[in-house]
């Protein structure tokens, strides 16, 4: 399967920790999503990249939470310090520059104690 | 700002009936509408999107959607609704020559058999 994919799946940590999360999008695929999904809510976006270069954060990406796209292929999210309302489901999307729709990974689901 | 109404947080149909899935955006500009569907412990599907041309589009799973420029809807439709196409759908919009995706709340769909 050449589908988006995401690890880990769960993630449980305590408050206060540095959690990170990787994302391995489609191959072909130059753009490179970060959305956070909580409960009864749809996907919030939170970055995105074109290729290695971060062009768009939300105001939702507070400075605890950091991305990078190292050589425009996998992507890592990191949360500092994390808080309790940091718990959500983080999902990662890909797409070509030409076409505008995004395929999603299954996403890694944060829990922060 | 883009925003996306999904009105109606559950929708039962009985298999066999036709079943549509309301959308209503609020854009500045041109928008691109998508649906997209979300199973249990997995990440959302691209069904269908609205760019140009047609206002009736046709995606997977025998989904179509009708895009409304006068109501600013664009609502999900299929003739005979399945019992496995109980899930959790969401509508996204996308300016022109935008990058991220506004998703509405979603709808949760409920074929009973």
């Known amino acids: 399967d050449t589908g988006v994919s995401q690890n880990p799946r769960h993630k449980i940590t305590k408050r206060g920790q540095n959690v990170t999360f990787r994302c391995d999008p489609i191959s072909e695929h130059n753009r490179l999503y970060w959305y956070r999904q909580t409960l009864g809510q749809g996907p919030e976006f939170l970055t995105y990249?074109?290729?290695?270069?971060?062009?768009?954060k939300s105001r939702l990406l507070s400075d605890r939470f950091s991305a990078e796209r190292p050589k425009g292929s996998f992507s890592t999210l990191e949360i500092q310090r994390t808080e309790q309302g940091d718990s959500a489901m983080y999902l990662c999307a890909s797409s070509f520059t030409s076409e505008y729709e995004q395929y999603f990974g299954p996403g890694t689901r944060l829990t922060v104690t | 700002a883009q925003s996306v109404a999904q009105p109606e947080d559950q929708v039962n149909v009985a298999e066999g009936n036709p079943l549509t899935v309301k959308c209503t955006y609020s854009v500045s500009g041109n928008p691109y509408l998508f649906w997209y569907v979300q199973y249990p412990n997995r990440g959302l599907q691209f069904l269908l999107k609205y760019i140009t041309g047609d206002n009736l589009v046709k995606g997977s799973y025998g989904f179509e959607a009708e895009f409304n420029k006068s109501q600013t809807s664009f609502h999900l439709k299929k003739p005979s609704a399945l019992v496995s196409d109980s899930a959790l759908y969401f509508c996204?919009?996308?300016?022109?020559?935008?990058?991220?995706?506004?998703f509405g709340p979603g709808t949760r769909l409920s074929v009973l058999p």
């Open positions: 996204a919009v996308i300016l022109a020559y935008g990058q991220n995706f506004v």
């Open positions: 990249f074109q290729n290695e270069a971060q062009l768009e």
